[in-house]
T-cell receptor, first 113, second 109 residues
Framework: EAQVTQNPRYLITVTGKKLTVTCSQNMNHEYMSWYRQDPGLGLRQIYYSMNVEVTDKGDVPEGYKVSRKEKRNFPLILESPSPNQTSLYFC????????????FGEGSRLTVL | KQEVTQIPAALSVPEGENLVLNCSFTDSAIYNLQWFRQDPGKGLTSLLLIQSSQREQTSGRLNASLDKSSGRSTLYIAASQPGDSATYLCAVSNNDMRFGAGTRLTVKP
């Protein structure tokens, strides 16, 4: 089954404790992206990757890091989480940059205390 | 910078009604427009993708239209059902992808 898989789905952590949210897709998609969704602000792009070893900042990259060492994986790293990073995070992928149909993961709800 | 607006923010209708959701965007130079459904606390499910060269797409009771020149798209839902209750988002792509804030639809039995 074609899918985008995120882990963990739910996480409660404390300020400053490094964490990684994994994202994996099994559709051989070139383009992958991370979004955060907050009430009243909608979906905002954090980082995106056009292909392996190619990443770029979205609208709200501060406090986040990403890497794309393999085509299927695109982890989101919070080196020192802060409470303002409490949010619902989505990973998405599409075959060809922004021209194709976008597939989303189920989301990861992160709470930073 | 592309801006995407969805009106209304919320809509409540009785079961069986036909309804239209609206999406407008400011830059007509787009690759495609996509409609998504999001259930509470869940991910986004793609409903319809309209390429820039197309005028409409249909899937079951859903029909989406695109008018690039006026910067508008509509999602038509026929014979609405309680199971259609969700938030509907549109997204427009050119060099990046921009999302509207969504319309929260409630279909009452």
């Amino acid at each position: 089954e074609a899918q985008v898989t995120q882990n963990p789905r739910y996480l409660i952590t404390v300020t400053g404790k490094k964490l990684t949210v994994t994202c994996s897709q099994n559709m051989n998609h070139e383009y992958m992206s991370w979004y955060r969704q907050d009430p009243g602000l909608g979906l905002r792009q954090i980082y995106y990757s056009m292909n392996v070893e190619v990443t770029d900042k979205g609208d709200v990259p501060e406090g986040y890091k990403v890497s794309r060492k393999e085509k299927r994986n695109f982890p989101l790293i919070l080196e020192s989480p802060s409470p303002n990073q409490t949010s619902l995070y989505f990973c998405a992928s599409t075959r060809f940059s922004t021209r194709g149909e976008l597939f989303f993961g189920e989301g990861s709800r992160l709470t930073v205390l | 910078k592309q801006e995407v607006t969805q009106i209304p923010a919320a809509l409540s209708v009785p079961e069986g009604e036909n309804l239209v959701l609206n999406c407008s965007f400011t830059d007509s130079a787009i690759y495609n427009l996509q409609w998504f459904r999001q259930d509470p606390g869940k991910g986004l499910t793609s409903l319809l993708l309209i390429q820039s060269s197309q005028r409409e797409q249909t899937s079951g009771r859903l029909n989406a239209s695109l008018d690039k020149s006026s910067g508008r798209s509509t999602l038509y839902i026929a014979a609405s059902q309680p199971g259609d209750s969700a938030t509907y988002l549109c997204a427009v792509s050119n060099n990046d992808m921009r999302f509207g804030a969504g319309t929260r639809l409630t279909v009452k039995p």
